[in-house]
C-alpha cells in the first residue's frame, strides 16, 4: 500500500525560503519517479520538480535556480527546498510517485498522489 504524506508547508514573505518533505513507503525502491506538483486557485496542476531513481532531476522553467528537489539517504522522504520564492509560488503542493523512463525523470503519468500541502507567498 503506497503512502505519501506532505508536510513543511506554511506561509513566508517573498524572498524567503520553504522547505517541503513527502514521507513515502509502500513504493518499489527500483525504477520509480517522484515529483512535487503545484496547483493554483483557478489553474491546473502543473509539474514543479521531478527526481528519479537514477538521480536524474528535472525542474520547471518558473522554478529553476530556486527550488531543488531530492532525497534523503534512506530514499523514504522525498524534499523540496524552495528559496527566493515569489507571490506566484502560492499552491498547494503535491508529492507524487511514478514510473521511470528512459527518457529521464517527467511530469507524466503518476499513479500515487499525497493529499497536499499549502504554500502561501505574500
Known amino acids: 500500500h503506497v503512502q505519501l504524506v506532505e508536510s513543511g508547508g506554511g506561509s513566508v514573505q517573498a524572498g524567503g525560503s520553504l522547505r517541503l518533505s513527502c514521507a513515502t513507503s509502500g513504493y518499489s525502491d527500483s525504477g520509480y519517479c517522484m515529483g512535487w506538483f503545484r496547483q493554483a486557485p483557478g489553474k491546473q496542476r502543473v509539474g514543479v520538480a521531478a527526481l528519479d531513481s537514477d538521480g536524474r532531476t528535472k525542474y520547471a522553467d518558473s522554478v529553476k535556480g530556486r527550488f531543488t528537489i531530492s532525497q534523503d539517504n534512506d530514499k523514504n522522504t522525498l524534499n523540496l527546498q524552495m528559496d527566493n520564492q515569489k507571490p506566484e509560488d502560492t499552491a498547494m503542493y503535491y508529492c507524487?510517485?511514478?514510473?521511470?523512463?528512459?527518457?529521464?525523470?517527467?511530469?507524466?503519468?503518476?499513479?500515487?498522489w499525497g493529499q497536499g500541502t499549502q504554500v502561501t507567498v505574500s
Open positions: 507524487a510517485a511514478g514510473d521511470r523512463r528512459l527518457y529521464g525523470p517527467h511530469f507524466d503519468d503518476y499513479n500515487f
